[in-house]
């Protein structure tokens, strides 16, 4: 049997963190059995579906680099084909039209919260003729739920569940102004596209009786239910702002990779073994349902740090350095030029290895664009520019103009080496105000490295610049 999943969120908001792992675990499922990973924009509430939404949900799912077969489709625009099996229901007597006005539904369920019951239609126009219809309630049309046994569901997460039929009333397939409800459009739906595995959130757990009843109700073969446990902040709590954000995009913003994205998503609710870092190649060799937990996960936001570090320290420069530029140009204030381009590619192997997002890693090549001042240097560094620390910069500027070229990190440490064991100092005396000089900091990366990345014209103004600012020490 070929594998056909689908991902079908409603466009009423972003794609939050939920989604995207239940987008990634149908994505991997697909594409580990040479399958098809459908997308479907359930697009049914037009007073809340925006256009926006839309759009943010594809973009999120591009970033993540889940891509799908085919194009997306629009729920909404099938509806004349919702509207056609709800009234075949009808013909075959599997449903019927409900005069039952608003205001009676009210009463109903006033009664019912009273008498401490179940809110659900009692089925009072299950079995009328429509000869009894009153002349000024437009109908809506309900599925004829059997009124007695059991209705089961085996899932490949929770295993076998049953509920009574007596706790499934006869939901609405199309409302009284003749649109068709969500529980019909999806169940037509994934009938239509051969969907084979339905993958999703256990908020739908309760929807999956009343759907399989429906599939009944039209002699279809229902899919393969996975119902996947919630995301949980690191309280227990279902995850929400509170934690974190819970939309995708925002961590495209945050500086996280995608594909350390899809590791650490694919890891929350299911599991290959001990293993905790592998690719997206691996991810689809090993996924299967058989994997999936069924205790909620627990996002953690210092995983995903230490994760997103490794996979920084892992990308090829050239593209780190395509990736990084965005949040350069927002931390340095100013477009690149080619020599910030060249200077920061020939600095990423030092620096990725010290960040855990493009953001931080931004900001730690912040002094290679913007040269320090008065205002920015650290108060530590500030303290190391004694006048005794200024004499010997000056003095080792003089020494370093003599420096033959080419202009290297190891002429640059060599001299500061000499100029060290020449006065009995230890080298830090000397290479510490020249980090905070160059930097404006007292932590950088290797400082003759740095040195040897901006150049001898660079190294001189920034540190005459240093030795002209007052009182930093």
């Known amino acids: ?30 594409r580990h059995h040479g399958g098809q990973f459908l997308l479907r924009i359930e697009d049914t509430d037009r007073a809340r579906s925006t256009p926006e939404s839309v759009k943010t949900i594809l973009e999120g799912l591009t970033w993540l680099g889940l891509d799908w077969d085919g194009e997306a489709v629009s729920q909404f625009a099938r509806r004349e084909r919702h509207v056609a099996v709800a009234h075949e229901l009808v013909a075959r007597g599997a449903a019927y039209r409900c005069y039952a006005s608003p205001a009676e539904l009210e009463a109903l369920r006033a009664e019912q919260t009273a008498k401490g019951l179940p809110q ?58 003749g649109t068709p409800t969500y529980m019909l459009a999806v169940v037509v739906d994934d009938h239509d596209m051969g969907i084979t595995h339905v993958i ?26 996975a119902h996947l446990p919630l995301i949980h902040g690191p309280d227990g709590a279902k995850f929400s702002k509170r934690h974190g ?9 945050l500086g996280y990779l995608p594909e350390a994205m899809r590791n650490y998503l694919v ?28 205790s909620p996960a627990r996002f953690d936001f210092a995983k995903l740090n230490h994760l997103n570090a490794r996979y920084l320290a892992q990308t090829d420069d050239s593209r780190l350095a395509t990736l990084a530029e965005p949040f350069l140009v927002k931390a340095w204030g100013r477009d ?5 381009r060249t200077r920061f590619l020939r600095a990423l192997p030092d620096l990725k290895t010290r960040s855990a997002t493009l953001v931080a890693l931004a900001e730690s090549a912040r002094f290679y664009g913007i040269a320090p001042t008065l205002a920015t240097w650290e108060p530590k560094a500030r303290d190391l520019m004694t006048p005794e620390a200024r004499t ?41 105000p020249f980090r905070a000089a160059l930097t404006g900091s007292t932590v950088s990366p290797p400082i003759f490295t740095v040195a040897e990345i901006f150049g001898k014209n660079e190294v001189f103004e920034r540190v005459k610049a240093s030795l002209s600012l007052p009182d930093l020490a």
């Not at 999943?5 to 963190?17: D, E, K, Y």
């Not at 059991?150 to 039929?165: A, M, Q, S």
């Not at 001990?274 to 996924?287: G, K, L, M, P």
């Open 1 to 30: 049997m070929a594998v056909i999943v689908r991902f079908a969120p409603s466009p009423t908001g972003f794609l939050h963190i939920g989604g995207a792992r239940t987008a990634l675990f149908n994505w991997l499922f697909a």
């Open 200 to 225: 999703r959130g256990d908020d739908h757990l309760t929807n999956a009786f009343r759907q399989l009843n429906l599939y009944t109700a039209m002699d279809w073969t229902p899919p393969m239910f």
């Open 267 to 294: 890891r929350l609710g299911w599991a290959h073994g001990d293993d905790e870092i592998f690719s997206t190649d691996q991810a689809i060799a090993w996924f299967n349902l058989e994997g999936l937990g069924v």
């Open 120 to 177: 659900r239609y009692d089925g009072r126009w299950r079995d009328r003729p429509a000869s009894e219809a009153p002349p000024s309630v437009a109908p809506v049309i309900r599925l004829k739920a059997p009124l007695t046994g059991e209705t089961t569901l085996h899932d490949r997460v929770g295993g076998t569940i049953t509920v009574p039929n007596s706790q499934l009333d006869d939901m609405v397939l199309l409302r009284a102004d």
């Open 392 to 432: 010997r910069l000056g003095t080792l500027l003089t020494r370093l103009e003599a420096l033959p070229e080419p202009w290297t990190a190891s002429k640059v440490e060599a001299l500061f080496r000499t100029s060290a064991e020449e006065q009995g100092l230890k080298l830090g005396v000397f290479a510490q």
């Open 245 to 253: 954000s819970p939309a995708v995009h925002d961590y495209a913003a």
């Open 336 to 340: 690149l030029t080619d020599v910030d």
